[in-house]
């Protein structure tokens, strides 16, 4: 989705994209977590390692709320750090886009002009994923709360080529009202 919006001419960032940068930059956070999980966390590099993170958390509620409480702040930060750095710029985008996973589940979206939601059937999402299944999707609220609250919904069964026409209706609807979503 991100990589239609970008060649449509979106400025884009992906909360993965920022935590994977926190990752490998933060200190404080690297020493947090091996604080919490001990020194096994890090890989090779010294640097937190994502899939031993993935294995400390997923399997715990407990550890996966201490890691979000430890990330979320952050990666806010970073992105708001990110926008206003746009802002600034002579020429800004007219369009940011910012890839949040957990939007509603974090209760970010009022920092957001306008809200796209995209959903699949189960049994696609299950087949396009690139991680074991975990209990990820039980965080998750429903598909159909996520839309109810959304600006824009796709329903990501088709081509890429189908995806990117649909950005290139919203991008061209937001730019006509004058939209600058953030």
């Known amino acids: 989705?991100?990589?239609?919006?970008?060649?449509?001419?979106?400025?884009?960032?992906?909360?993965?994209?920022?935590?994977?940068?926190?990752?490998?930059t933060d200190d404080g956070v690297r020493d947090a977590l091996v604080g919490r999980f001990g020194p096994e966390i890090l890989g090779e590099d010294e640097r937190p390692d994502r899939a031993r993170i993935a294995g400390e958390v997923f399997g715990s509620k407990e550890a996966l709320a201490w890691l979000e409480a430890l990330l979320h702040p952050i990666v806010s930060r970073e992105y708001l750090a990110w926008r206003d750095q746009l802002?600034?710029?002579d020429e800004p985008p007219s369009v940011?886009?910012?890839?949040?996973?957990?939007?509603?589940?974090?209760?970010?979206?009022?920092?957001?002009?306008?809200?796209?939601?995209?959903?699949?059937?189960?049994?696609?999402?299950?087949?396009?994923?690139?991680?074991?299944?975990?209990?990820?999707?039980?965080r998750l609220q429903p598909d159909r709360e996520k839309v109810a609250r959304a600006d824009f919904h796709y329903v990501n069964t088709g081509t890429f080529e189908e995806l990117d026409t649909?950005?290139?209706?919203v991008l061209a609807g937001?730019?006509?009202?004058?939209?600058?979503?953030?």
């Open 174 to 182: 937001l730019l006509a009202e004058g939209e600058k979503p953030h």
């Open 96 to 138: 940011c886009v910012t890839e949040v996973p957990l939007l509603f589940e974090v209760g970010a979206e009022e920092r957001f002009d306008q809200v796209v939601v995209v959903t699949a059937p189960r049994q696609l999402r299950e087949q396009r994923r690139r991680v074991p299944l975990d209990n990820r999707d039980e």
């Open 87 to 89: 802002a600034a710029l």
């Open 1 to 24: 989705m991100l990589a239609a919006f970008r060649a449509h001419g979106a400025a884009t960032v992906s909360s993965d994209e920022i935590v994977h940068h926190v990752l490998a």
């Open 166 to 169: 649909w950005v290139e209706g």
